[in-house]
């Protein structure tokens, strides 16, 4: 029997890392989770044994603590894209160079209108991410955020949909509207400001699932989609996941008394789950 190497990569996952951006009248704080995966010229490590092209992984997760005290100083798109280059350049029997991270958010504590200049709260449970994928020809960079939580408690229905001899859901002209929401999007350039992108796509989100009347999570993820690619040319497209969070009405009748949309029951399973991307043409 003759067997050769498929596809294969190596590299490090979970790197913890927290900085402190010292500014001089206030501070930033950075928490990230970084993930290395190289990909080149490593077969002889799988078939022989031979080790002389592997850059260590525990010498990867060095990497990037050294590297992030002169170069991790805003967005994790800059960090992620400079990690990339560093792994590429320096090592010739790396081909590709995929930089994953995730940040946990947090914001200054503000009091009386004034931020606290080194005082800070977890904002949650939602996580930024960024996926950098550098190889000789060029870069790949996606951005987004996870777990948001998002709901509103009217401006939604759903109705007009099939029925059949299974079908006992009743159609609703008024409910809630609930989702733990992940976006992906795909940037065009790597030039830009990337923290002024993120928060400018950020806000288009909210304001659209806050403002679009919904009748259905389908419809209102494609507005959402498409008010972030009309408001963001270096987007080239985006994809959705909205889970539909369901809040059941409870039957208060049995105690003589009238649900006016007021009373539910949260359930987490079983859920709706709903994906989408919207590209430009």
């Known amino acids: 029997m003759k067997v050769k190497l498929g596809s294969n990569a190596y590299g490090k996952n979970a790197v913890n890392l927290s900085k402190i951006i010292r500014h001089p009248d206030y501070h930033e704080f950075k ?5 290395i995966t190289l990909e080149g010229d490593f077969e002889t490590a799988y078939t022989l044994g031979d080790n002389t092209k592997i850059l260590p992984t525990d010498t990867q997760k060095n990497t990037v603590y050294a590297l992030a005290k002169d170069y991790f100083t805003s967005s994790i798109e800059a960090f992620g894209l400079y990690l990339a280059n560093y792994f590429l350049t320096e090592n010739p029997q790396v081909a590709k160079a995929t930089i994953h991270i995730t940040e946990q958010l947090y914001r200054r504590l503000a009091f009386d209108g004034q931020a606290h200049p080194h005082a800070f709260m977890g904002v949650g449970p939602e996580t ?11 870069v790949q960079i996606s951005s987004g955020i996870k777990d948001l939580l998002l709901l509103k408690t009217t401006d939604s229905a759903f109705k007009d949909y099939i029925k059949d001899k299974y079908t006992v859901l009743k159609e609703a002209d008024d409910r809630i509207l609930a989702t733990q929401c992940e976006a992906t999007w795909v940037y065009t350039t790597p030039e830009l400001d990337f923290d002024a992108v993120y928060q400018k796509i950020y806000t288009s989100l909210l304001k659209t699932f806050a403002f679009h009347k919904s009748l259905s999570v389908q419809q209102t993820l494609y507005a959402i989609g498409e008010e972030i690619l009309k408001e963001n040319e270096v987007v080239q497209e985006i994809s959705l996941i909205m889970p539909n ?5 409870f039957n208060l009748e049995q105690f003589g008394l009238e649900n006016q949309n007021e009373i539910f029951i949260a359930t987490d399973e079983p859920f709706g789950y709903i994906t989408g991307t919207v590209v430009r043409e």
């Open 128 to 138: 930024r991410f960024t996926n950098i994928v550098q190889e000789a020809a060029g």
């Open 31 to 35: 928490q990230i989770s970084v993930n």
């Open 245 to 249: 969070k369901h809040h059941i009405p």
